[in-house]
């Protein structure tokens, strides 16, 4: 069985401030792990996925994440956040099996402020 | 490359009514999935196909619901009786299978009203 917990329903940050979304996993396998967004009234976007070869990954838009198995952990973060990047995001985690179907955590909605 | 699409985007309907959406998948992917998001939670897997094949359903899916891919192109999820709880986004993604892992496309969605 597998699982994600996303800390933070809400985050607020300012123009050019850091971004930082929190995930956390569970899985008895050694998982796979995506972040997706969603902007309103679209589907989801993969920004970036971990697939067990370099623990840092970069992807879209500037965003990177970094695995942590000792912390069981895959935050994503972004040096500097835009206005545009205001929406909805998602961690997921996949054991490989059943087609590779997707666990998704609760969700993470950023708010950039001007 | 057109992308994931589905239709219709929206649908209200009437408790006890039945519905079906459909999904059109990236032309040469294999796997289709179905996905159901209700408000302010992540998406959860209802089923998934390759080509043809059902090969995974979820317990998310009730006997009311049945999924169909029958020439292993677009798909049909179909909801019989519909109830308030069924109201929710309804998300379709198809991917390549190529030994490794896949990523999957999502379509933009149907969202489901059941008044």
């Known amino acids: 069985a597998q699982s994600v917990t996303q800390l933070g329903s809400h985050v607020s940050v300012s123009e050019g401030a850091l971004v930082l979304l929190r995930c956390n996993y569970s899985s008895s396998v050694p998982p796979y792990l995506f972040w997706y967004v969603q902007y309103p009234n679209q589907g989801l976007q993969l920004l970036l996925k971990?697939?067990?070869?370099?623990?840092l990954v970069k992807g879209i838009n500037g965003f990177e994440a970094e695995f942590k198995k000792s912390e069981t952990s895959f935050h994503l973060t972004k040096p500097s956040a835009h206005m545009s990047d205001a929406a909805e995001y998602f961690c997921a985690v996949s054991d490989g099996n059943a087609g590779n179907m997707l666990t998704f955590g609760g969700g993470t909605r950023l708010m950039v402020k001007p | 490359d057109t992308g994931v699409s589905q239709d219709p985007r929206h649908k209200i309907t009437k408790r006890g009514q039945n519905v079906t959406f459909r999904c059109d998948p990236i032309s040469e992917h294999n796997r289709l999935y179905w996905y159901r998001q209700t408000l302010g939670q992540g998406p959860e897997f209802l089923t998934y196909f390759q080509n043809e094949a059902q090969l995974e359903k979820s317990r998310l899916l009730s006997n009311r619901f049945s999924a169909e891919r029958p020439k292993g192109s677009f798909s049909t999820l179909e909801i019989q009786r519909t109830e308030q709880g069924d109201s929710a986004m309804y998300l379709c993604?198809?991917?390549?299978?190529?030994?490794?892992?896949?990523?999957?496309?999502f379509g933009p969605g149907t969202r489901l009203t059941v008044t």
């Open positions: 971990y697939t067990s070869a370099a623990t």
């Open positions: 993604a198809s991917s390549l299978s190529g030994g490794g892992l896949d990523e999957q496309y």
